[in-house]
């Protein structure tokens, strides 16, 4: 890794995990699964389920991480030489973080606060820009 903003990532991943943790004794047993935008919804889910988001976007993490380490040792061309694929890398591990940040925040507020619901969205909408300028710049470079 060759910039550090896989810190940002651990941070939100361990943020969520507080969330889960410190708001587990005031929400009810039951917690929405789906929400729709007028605040309805079908199912619910055990809180326990709710410490399965922030485990996930540790798993998640790794595994990019990982899975990166691994083909940029398989295909040395890859790894660039200013570190903008890593720097993609870390942005994509970042933004997936925050959306199952965004989707902690919205089981824990009942889908009263939007905002997470549309920021899970325009998160996805960075990565795919990060990746796109990304691989652009890599391509003029060369």
Not at 106 to 123: D, K, Q, W
Request: hydrophobic share 55%; net charge positive.
């Amino acid at each position: 890794m060759k910039n550090r903003l896989w810190i940002i990532s651990a941070g939100i991943i361990l943020i969520n995990f507080a969330l889960v943790l410190f708001c587990r004794h005031t929400l009810p047993a039951d917690l929405p699964l789906h929400i729709n935008l007028d605040g309805t919804y079908a199912q619910t889910m055990p809180y326990s389920r709710l410490f399965l988001y922030p485990a996930t976007s540790l798993v998640l993490g790794i595994l990019i991480y990982i899975v990166a380490a691994i083909l940029m040792k398989a295909f040395p061309k890859w790894d660039d030489k200013q570190g903008i694929r890593c720097t993609i890398i870390d942005i994509a591990v970042c933004c997936l973080a925050l959306i199952i940040l965004c989707s902690t925040c919205v089981a824990l507020t009942m889908g009263r606060n939007h905002f997470f619901m549309f920021a899970e969205p325009v998160l996805f909408l960075i990565i795919i820009a990060a990746i796109v300028t990304g691989e652009l710049r890599i391509r003029k470079q060369n």
